[in-house]
């Protein structure tokens, strides 16, 4: 060959993008083969890692926004020693570690699961504030960068304006993306859906913004060299390249920018696949081999990551002796561990509103768990997560020394962003917003559940009590949708998701106790806007009866041989003391109450233990301010629920709970009459 060796590595790729492809029958060939260039230049010449300890806390960061591109990221990992070639020869195959869209693999380089488009470089922005955070706490030296990759569907997709917006607001000069702008999406060309100015609309938002041919690679080497040395600003570097670069048709023909090169097989396409391995200096029978020349060249470049790697090694561990005490502390932060917490130190008055009670613990936390970031979407003052912001103060350019990020109306932004927080390490991601706009969180949440991340979603104004703000506020069916994630298991067999709904001040605070011990999968505290009335002591405290609630579920009040036995979480539970205390006054009913914080921490317990709580045997009716289908699954078949079925309405909230039958008195009713329609039944 006498192409020059960058030229011919970025072929390699290109040559094993393709095959990969072809050879699956199934992905996206074109968008891979135009990034290969940007790819081979930012790993062999830019990109800071350990080879040897792809774990290393302080390594760079690579955030891919496009997952469709993954052959992309497994082409350049290959190169780079982290797969092998079954690896990639089974890309997208059963048992393979090369999926179709990638999946959080940090010892092959993958930082982050992506696919949805948009949320993969808001991971990144999160990442780039979880670094800034740390280095604003532990020195200059905790100075490497992150990098994202977006596409052309990336940026018109909502998010974009979200992570954009706060990354240029922060200055997070840190962040470095690339967009692979080819002009051609998955079934058009870009300019028949959109005429914006990319780079006007990110030099808006406080971006350096620079536009280079993404295949020369001098001009790579410029806009990187660049970046590293910003102190301002995140950089955009608009990087044009051609849709399946390296493409031949079956004549020998170039056959590059085509719009069907972007989701199939390129010999699907008006593109011969052997010509075009031939082109690229691969070899037909063989296609999946690394050339020569290229893997002489990635053995080097291996070889002098690893001392570069060593080098920076040198300098921290000088730092951590000259700094024994930071050192430490920035250890016990990347360990993830908690520090020892005393939840029943923290004083309630009576009557609180779930969400002021989390006011209370968050203000405890913000004097006691130094490596948490608070977030809220523009309503701190009402989802009280301003009891943390007070005891601190919000992220700023060029100021990160504070632990409270404000997002802004920007509910699925600030859940990606969180996600990237939690994916960087050292950092306990907190958001919140109401309950009903967890709508525009879902796509966040659901990837917050498929990588396991421990990030704690604070979900106030609960139910239809919202009152009169109306039912475009009044969360009803939520709920039910939250706890689908509790019946989903994730890869690693656990429930996906733990979602809380206390049921007064002393549950709140073992609910933000389990959220924070559960550090591998997403958590939800679900919290009431108007006050709750402080549930009865059984034993020696409300809060060491409200540790029962660890269990997802415990007996709240418990009389032998229980008449009916009341289910339910949240505010609901003091309802049912109100109608307990009705059906056992004036109708001699024996009544127990079951307060089911979580439903899928219950179905975790032993069946001998959820029994003991909900007898099968017994009479059972729960009571739910959202769908029934929230508790019919524990009552079962012969109970009965009470909830909403239709949107709620604006009027006061006392209104609403008068006019929805959800009094003592009207519960009483309800109960009375399924205890007799079950007489006559039997």
């Not at 070639?85 to 869209?101: E, L, M, Y």
């Not at 470049?301 to 040198?314: D, F, G, P, R, S």
């Not at 289910?567 to 307060?595: D, H, M, P, W, Y």
Request: charged letters at 20%.
């Amino acid at each position: 060959m006498n192409k020059d060796i960058n030229l011919q590595a970025a072929d390699n790729i290109r040559a094993l993008c393709v095959a990969m492809v072809e050879k699956a029958n199934s992905g996206h060939p074109g968008g891979p083969m135009g990034g290969a260039d940007f790819m081979h230049i930012l790993y062999s010449e830019f990109f800071n890692y350990d080879p040897s300890d792809m774990t290393w806390p302080f390594r760079d960061r690579f955030f891919m926004d496009a997952g469709h591109l993954s052959t992309l990221m497994y082409a350049q990992y290959y190169l780079l020693g982290n797969y092998a070639k079954d690896d990639v020869a089974n890309f997208r195959q059963w048992g393979s570690i090369t999926p179709g869209h990638p999946e959080v693999d940090v010892a092959r380089g993958i930082e982050n699961t992506s696919g949805p488009l948009g949320q993969g470089h808001t991971m990144g922005v999160g990442a780039a504030i979880a670094a800034k955070f740390l280095e604003a706490r532990f020195g200059d030296w905790l100075n490497h960068k992150i990098y994202g990759f977006i596409s052309d569907g990336g940026i018109q997709e909502e998010i974009s304006q979200g992570a954009g917006r706060i990354a240029g607001h922060l200055g997070l000069s840190n962040f470095i993306m690339f967009f692979d702008s080819n002009d051609i999406q998955l079934s058009t060309s870009t300019d028949e859906v959109t005429s914006e100015d990319t780079a006007a609309k990110y030099e808006a938002w406080g971006w350096k913004v620079v536009t280079i041919d993404a295949h020369n690679h001098d001009e790579i080497r410029k806009a990187l060299t660049d970046a590293n040395n910003e102190t301002e600003k995140p950089t955009l570097i608009i990087g044009k390249t051609i849709m399946g670069k390296g493409c031949v048709a079956a004549d020998g023909t170039m056959f590059e920018g085509y719009c069907e090169l972007h989701g199939q097989p390129i010999g699907a396409t008006g593109a011969d696949y052997e010509k075009t391995l031939l082109n690229l200096g691969a070899s037909v029978d063989s296609p999946f081999d690394i050339y020569e020349n290229v893997s002489a060249l990635y053995k080097n470049i291996i070889e002098e990551k690893t001392a570069e790697a060593a080098k920076k090694k040198a300098v921290i561990n000088a730092w951590r002796k000259d700094n024994e005490a930071l050192a430490n502390k920035l250890d016990f932060f990347l360990s993830g561990k908690l520090p020892e917490l005393d939840f029943e130190s923290i004083e309630h008055k009576a009557g609180l509103a779930s969400r002021a009670a989390s006011s209370n613990v968050l203000a405890y936390l913000a004097e006691n768990v130094e490596n948490m970031i608070v977030s809220s979407a523009d309503l701190s003052n009402s989802d009280k997560t301003d009891g943390f912001l007070k005891k601190s103060s919000a992220l700023q350019k060029g100021d990160f020394s504070g632990s409270f990020l404000q997002a802004g109306v920007a509910e699925l932004t600030m859940a990606c962003i969180a996600n990237g927080i939690a994916l960087h390490g050292g950092i306990i991601p907190v958001v919140a917003t109401f309950f009903v706009f967890s709508d525009y969180m879902k796509p966040a949440i659901r990837l917050s559940g498929i990588q396991e991340l421990g990030v704690k979603y604070v979900w106030t104004h609960d139910a239809f009590r919202v009152g009169e703000d109306g039912p475009t506020h009044q969360p009803v069916e939520q709920e039910a949708q939250i706890r689908l994630l509790e019946k989903l298991k994730n890869h690693s067999g656990k429930n996906s998701f733990l979602a809380m709904r206390p049921a007064d001040s002393a549950e709140t605070s073992v609910a933000w106790k389990m959220a924070l011990e559960n550090t591998d999968s997403p958590s939800g505290l679900i919290l009431s806007r108007q006050g709750i009335k402080d549930l009865p002591a059984k034993g020696a405290s409300r809060y060491q009866d409200a540790l029962e609630a660890q269990k997802g579920g415990y007996l709240v009040k418990e009389v032998a041989n229980p008449d009916v036995v009341l289910v339910a979480n949240g505010s609901e539970v003091a309802t049912l003391f109100e109608a307990a205390q009705i059906l056992e006054e004036k109708e001699n009913l024996k009544v127990s109450i079951a307060s089911i914080i979580s439903e899928g921490v219950f179905r975790n317990q032993s069946k001998e233990y959820q029994n003991s709580v909900i007898p099968k045997n017994t009479p059972l009716f729960g009571l739910t301010a959202g769908l029934p289908v929230n508790l019919e699954g524990l009552v079962g078949d012969n109970g009965k629920v009470f909830g909403l079925t239709h949107f709620g309405y604006s009027a006061p909230a006392k209104v609403l709970d008068d006019k929805f039958g959800f009094t003592g008195e009207k519960v009483s009713k309800q109960v009375l009459d399924y205890l007799n329609e079950s007489v006559l039944t039997k």
